[in-house]
Nanobody, 126 residues
Framework: QVQLVESGGGSVQAGGSLRLSCASS????????MGWFRQAPGKEREGVAV??????NYRDSVKDRFTVSKDKASNTLYLQMNNLKPEDTAMYYC?????????????????????RGQGTQVTVSV
């Protein structure tokens, strides 16, 4: 079992920045794909970013604004979000998929990763 706990959400004005964190309970040292997805009210969940030992990948609308990274020492996943836009407003979830050493699927597949946290809210105002 992997438990994931997100933090770092909040309310910012358009153009601002936030850094989300995701603490993992897995200290086995195993390496596998982790990522972020989000869900806005009344909308479908959508994959945002994914990272593993092979690559990183992002949905087109956040490329050049968001950066996903992982600190293996602290077992923490991050999402640095810059130049935030009102359309980025959503609940953001951390997710992990132990079956993928290198995830080669579409970014949309992150919403199906088997482990996920409770989410952290991001609100961007104009």
């Amino acid at each position: 079992q992997v438990q994931l706990v997100e933090s770092g959400g909040g309310s910012v004005q358009a153009g601002g920045s936030l850094r989300l964190s995701c603490a993992s309970s897995d200290y086995t040292g195993d390496s596998y794909a982790m990522g972020w997805f989000r869900q806005a009210p009344g909308k479908e969940r959508e994959g945002v970013a994914v990272i593993d030992d092979c690559s990183t990948n992002y949905r087109d609308s956040v490329k050049d604004r968001f950066t996903v990274s992982k600190d293996k020492a602290s077992n923490t996943l991050y999402l640095q979000m810059n130049n935030l836009k009102p359309e980025d407003t959503a609940m953001y979830y951390c997710a992990a998929a132990r079956e993928y050493d290198c995830y080669e699927g579409p970014i949309s597949g992150v919403v199906h990763f088997g482990y996920r946290g409770q989410g952290t809210q991001v609100t961007v105002s104009v």
